[in-house]
């Protein structure tokens, strides 16, 4: 049997142990207990809705934080100048807590899609900028010295030379990156929307209620599981496969 699957397996004999020393279902209930709310719930549309309106915001963050922070990270590795004025800026916001940003956000442009995709963004760029101006600080110089003796056209030069040795830097800086932005959603949700899984998380909290609490965490960590290990390990093991070779 596949090891990641007996991981699972044992992670779900530890909630069985840990529900049955508890003694209390409102506390935590045992995993069966969670299949029929989890069809109600299905059934009736809720939580495909709430989980397809949570993953727009993940994507939409995700393909943004990605975007920027290649271009800027790409940049600032490249030339130390530009690195010199933008890295204060960089530690700043690497060290401003995600829950900051997400309400002056929410205070400065509204409780709105807008407000918050930006407030993900603007929490994960910091990370994906370091990630990818490290990689672009480790180049080889040879490979540079070569391009530049064919005279290779800045375009072809970052298609041929750049990218394919930032590619394990990228893939990294995705994998972590999917990792933190679907929880800050979740955050963002909680605090400013009206749809969602933390949206939903936050309105059963308020009820006390944790068997729907976790079948909203867990249906959305399933989702995200799959995304992990269906795309994109895969695709980190196809780009580091050059250097392997």
């Not at 509204?110 to 407000?115: D, S």
């Not at 800086?173 to 929880?183: L, Q, T």
């Amino acid at each position: 049997m596949n090891v990641r699957i007996l991981s699972l397996l044992g992670l779900l004999a530890l909630w069985i142990v840990a529900a049955w020393m508890s003694g209390d279902p409102q506390v935590l209930p045992m995993p069966h207990s969670l299949l029929r709310p989890l069809w109600v719930e299905t059934s009736s549309g809720e939580l495909p809705y709430h989980l397809l309106r949570t993953l727009i915001r993940v994507l939409w963050a995700f393909v943004l934080a990605m975007t920027l922070g290649l271009a800027l990270g790409l940049v600032m590795g490249l030339s130390d100048r530009v690195n010199d004025w933008l890295d204060p800026w960089l530690v700043v916001f690497l060290n401003l807590p995600a829950l900051v940003l997400i309400v002056l956000c929410y205070l400065w442009i509204g409780l709105n899609e807008t407000a918050a995709i930006a407030a993900v963004t603007l929490n994960k760029i910091p990370n994906v900028t370091t990630i990818i101006r490290e990689g672009a600080r480790a180049l080889n110089p040879d490979l540079k010295a070569m391009a530049q003796v064919y005279r290779m056209r800045w375009p072809a030069y970052l298609r041929h030379v750049v990218f394919p040795q930032l590619a394990p830097f990228i893939a990294g800086a995705a994998r972590s990156g999917i990792a933190v932005i679907w929880k800050i959603v979740l955050v963002v949700e909680f605090l400013g929307r009206s749809n969602g899984v933390g949206f939903q998380i936050h309105l059963y909290f308020q009820l006390f209620d944790v068997v729907h609490v976790l079948i909203y965490a867990l249906s959305f960590i399933a989702v995200m599981l799959a995304v992990e290990w269906i795309l994109l390990q895969p695709a980190e093991r196809r780009v580091r496969r050059w250097r392997d070779a």
